[in-house]
């Protein structure tokens, strides 16, 4: 049985975040419809969006990401109740914008990040995390769910030491000159697939139907993976 | 017994036999079965690190447990090694 209220908090709203906000804000809406369940929407950023980066986003003005996207869900989707937090996720803003019980899409652009909010969730007794990521043609979804304090599926750190000891930085802790430096080339349509693995796997929990961990997902060989990320025995599943 | 039939059985027993010393070997979308009971990890890494262009920084995980690189396949398992998280968004 779904809990009566619901919140989620969308950190990252590039390239899928916003492929994966209006399709979650639709869904949610119109299973208002039906449920009486209560659904808060978080969305979190600290970047500005920009025109060079309208190849792959969509924002309705330049701005805040955070701000700009609420905004426009807010008018679109009325029956949800929708805030802004135009700040990246810092050590320091953490524990007040993932809280226990939420379930977080995490769709931001380094590791650094995904390591943070993981090792934070470990210590939350329930928590929904589903992080995705990709380079250019490929990707993969990661889905950490903790229940009554044990881990259901693994965090994003197991098996990824990419994510356990990153080498990059989170947008917080870089200089101007380095958030000024061009990234890695990144397609829309593989943003979109990453973001439609989010919520393909959203769905599957809601309908307590989860059988994964991870989802790997490749445009060009057209194949998505799913992966089982249980706890084994021996292992502290703590 | 006729020959087609002996030849039938020949085979359907060949092919359980083959089908016994099999590993599920996955990487990333890829997914494969081989006869590979009796190797060892690093043995399947490095066979097929070309074609799947498996990571060397890629953990290695048998039947969800991971494993060093000398641990030796039995049939049935499922070797994984675990592609790198997609890093941007």
């Not at chain 1, 965090?155 to 101007?176: G, N, Q, V, W, Y």
């Not at chain 1, 000159?177 to 439609?196: K, R, T, Y």
Request: with cysteine; proline share 5%.
């Amino acid at each position: 049985m779904m809990p009566d209220r619901l919140d989620i908090t969308l950190i990252g709203i590039g390239g899928i975040g916003c492929a994966l906000a209006p399709f979650l804000a639709r869904y949610l809406q119109s299973e208002r419809q039906v449920t009486t369940e209560d659904v808060r929407i978080t969305l979190v950023d600290g970047d500005d969006f920009e025109s060079k980066n309208a190849a792959r986003q969509s924002f309705e003005t330049l701005g805040n990401k955070a701000k700009v996207k609420a905004s426009e869900l807010a008018r679109n989707f009325p029956g949800l109740s929708l805030r802004a937090v135009p700040e990246f996720v810092t050590p320091a803003n953490l524990p007040h914008l993932v809280k226990p019980g939420d379930l977080v899409f995490l769709a931001v652009d380094n590791h650094a990040t995904r390591g943070m909010i993981s090792r934070h969730c470990e210590g939350l007794s329930d928590v929904v995390l589903i992080s995705g990521g990709n380079d250019l043609t490929d990707g993969n979804v990661q889905v950490y769910v903790r229940r009554d304090g044990r881990d259901i599926t693994l965090p994003l750190t197991r098996f990824h030491p990419e994510i356990a000891d990153p080498k990059d930085k989170s947008p917080a802790e870089m200089s101007c000159e380095e958030l000024a430096v061009a990234s890695a080339p990144q397609l829309l349509f593989m943003n979109l697939s990453v973001a439609s693995a989010m919520l393909n796997a959203f769905y599957a929990w809601r309908a307590g139907r989860l059988s994964y961990g991870e989802a790997y997902v490749d445009i060009m060989e057209g194949r998505v993976q799913p992966v089982a990320r249980a706890p084994r025995h021996g292992e502290s599943g703590r | 017994m006729s020959e087609g039939e002996l030849k039938g059985l020949t085979k359907t027993k060949a092919g359980e036999a083959k089908a016994q010393s099999q590993v599920r070997v996955l990487y990333g979308v890829h997914s494969l079965e081989a006869t590979l009971a009796g190797r060892t990890v690093a043995d399947v890494r490095q066979a097929l690190r070309q074609a799947l262009n498996i990571s060397p920084q890629a953990v290695a995980i048998l039947d969800g447990l991971e494993v060093e690189e000398s641990a030796i396949l039995v049939a049935g398992q499922q070797l994984e090694f675990v592609r790198l998280a997609g890093e941007k968004g």
